[in-house]
Structure formats: structure tokens, C-alpha cells
């Protein structure tokens, strides 16, 4: 199972990391992703991190340049540092995975199949 913890309410312009802690597999033989979903629309991706096989990372545009995904494969985690927040990055975040072994990202929405329960955050002055 996947624990997404680190949201939380920040000001525009500020800082949050969000973790996601694995359980029962080894991340790093798998596609690690981040998506995000606001009130009233769609989930979106926001990031992923390709297997260790590969390495590969994704960010979405709207993202590029102030969010940032990492492994920690000594601790089974998986981070998103998100800097330079703005109120529409504002979602509840989920990480999730394909455990498809040696895959790549990015990866369609319905290719995932292990998530975890989200973690809110808030951008707001």
C-alpha cells in the first residue's frame, strides 16, 4: 500500500513536501506517480519518477520548474517538493503506482493501480 502524508495549508509562494511511504514492495522497480485533483475537475497528473531501470522523470507544464520528484530507496519513499506555490496548485495529492516492473512514465491515468488516500493542499493568503 502507498501513504501519501505532507500537505497542508501555505501561503502563495511557499513551500510543502510531500512524502509517500510504500509498503509490502519495493518502489523502485516501478513507475512512482503523483496526480492532483481540485474540486470540480479531473485528476491530473502532476509528476512521475520511472523505474530505477530507467530513471526517467515527468512534470506536467504547469509545474515545471518549481516541482521537483525524488526516491529515497533506503526509506521505500517517494517525494514531491513542491516550491513556489500558487492557489491553483491547490488539490488533494495522490501518489500511486503501476507495479508494472522496469516501466517508464509517463503512464495513463488508468494504468495505475495501487493509491494512496491523499493528502490536502491548500494555497491560500
Known amino acids: 500500500q502507498l501513504q501519501a502524508s505532507g500537505g497542508g495549508l501555505v501561503q502563495p509562494g511557499g513551500s510543502l513536501r510531500l512524502s509517500c511511504a510504500a509498503s509490502g514492495f519495493t518502489l523502485d522497480y516501478y513507475v512512482i506517480a503523483w496526480f492532483r485533483q481540485a474540486p470540480g475537475k479531473e485528476r491530473e497528473g502532476v509528476s512521475c519518477l520511472s523505474s530505477s531501470d530507467d530513471g526517467s522523470t515527468y512534470v506536467v507544464d504547469s509545474v515545471k520548474g518549481r516541482f521537483t520528484i525524488s526516491r529515497d530507496n533506503a526509506k521505500n519513499t517517494v517525494y514531491l517538493q513542491m516550491n513556489s506555490l500558487k492557489p491553483e496548485d491547490t488539490a488533494v495529492y495522490y501518489c500511486?503506482?503501476?507495479?508494472?516492473?522496469?516501466?517508464?512514465?509517463?503512464?495513463?491515468?488508468?494504468?495505475?493501480?495501487?493509491w494512496g488516500q491523499g493528502t490536502q493542499v491548500t494555497v491560500s493568503s
Open positions: 500511486t503506482t503501476d507495479l508494472v516492473p522496469g516501466s517508464s512514465c509517463p503512464r495513463g491515468l488508468y494504468e495505475y493501480r495501487v
